[in-house]
């Protein structure tokens, strides 16, 4: 029994001195990864090992979950200066310390969201968004800060003119345009540099077919909320009825929220599937949720009518089924988008309506491309009761 309890002993004794300071629940998980590094292992190991004894975890933690392209061509100085500058807004700001740990490692510490290239953004973005912060007292004061002065920041505004939609901070801000993809990278590593826990979300296609969209999260108070890189109000946006309207059941339509950690899941990347290195979390419930409450605090408060818009081929034809046409349309309300859905075909239930739900004596105008390609837009006035607008191509 003595010799096996020195057995023992000098088991765990082994395993502490290979990986000093660091919790053993890394341990199997660093052999793995350091293995999968191969060459580019000596700077891996160099960042463990210099590392502050405070942020050994948070060096420990990225190695063991980064994908496989990073372990073998992250240098260690790279990796190292991430995460003391993660730990440095984490203790800077008051409100950055009471973030639990589990989710300062997985949405305040990761270098990167998706499969953006990789870049050393977190030194700059320190250097640009912490004097907007520096007099915050809460958490919630901070995220609108940062939401509140990104655009004027950075110079960056969506454009579908940009170079690729999965772009990095500094290839998108070299451009000044950004896919809406681009723009939650931004945002994302923005709140992420002053300690602000921040994820990206986004679905492959909406409900109704009219394509992909990505925003971000912030975590506050416990609780995920959803904001974009152009803000509203937290859990406020033009998408919030397509996100009602998601289906958790199927990849392609299902909400998901990226991860460092794995999940067993992987984000759709919509402009390469085959990746999937990505983790993610299936979220979808939770904008059902937001959109049904949402919707009947709106209706039930009186203040809101429903909107329902049909698409014809022309104006001679809004009689049958076989005339109407399935057609993309945006909703605003002056400069502010505040919805958008696809119209009913010939081939779907009469009753099958886009609908959007609107306020109350307000103008709002409905855009979409006519039979000729050009963008037109129609307005609406809408007063005290619910509306049927029929629009032609």
Known sequence: MKNLFILLLCCVCVACAKYPGVPEKYHALLDKALEKAGANQTELVKALKTAAPEMKEGVAFLIAYMPERDLTSMTGDDLLSNVQLAYEARNRFAWAKSVPD?????????????????????????????????????????????????????????????????????ESMRQNMASCSGLSILLTDAFRSVGIPSRIAGTANWHDNRGNHNWCEVWLDGKWYFTEYYPNKLDRSWFLADAGKADPNDRMHAIWASSFKPTGE??????????????????????????????????????????KVMMYKDKRNTRKSDDRVAANVDIFCGKDQIGGGRTAGPRQDMNDVL??????????????FDKDGKWVGENVKVKEKPVEVKLHL
């Open 266 to 307: 992987s984000f759709p990347l919509v402009w390469d599937f085959n990746i999937k290195y990505v983790p993610a979390l299936n979220v979808t419930q939770r904008y059902l949720d937001i959109y049904k409450q949402v919707y009947n605090e709106q209706l039930e408060g009186g203040n809101y009518v429903k909107m």
């Open 102 to 170: 589990s989710i300062f490692l997985n949405d305040v510490l990761p270098y990167a969201s998706l499969n953006e290239t990789r870049e050393n953004w977190r030194a700059d973005f320190y250097r640009r968004f912490a004097p907007y912060v520096e007099n915050c007292k809460t958490l919630d004061e901070a995220i609108a800060a940062v939401n509140r002065n990104i655009r004027d920041e950075v110079k960056v505004d969506y454009n579908t003119g940009r170079e690729k939609p999965d772009q990095s901070p500094f």
């Open 355 to 368: 609908e959007f739900v609107v306020e109350k004596n307000k103008e709002y105008t409905l855009y979409y």
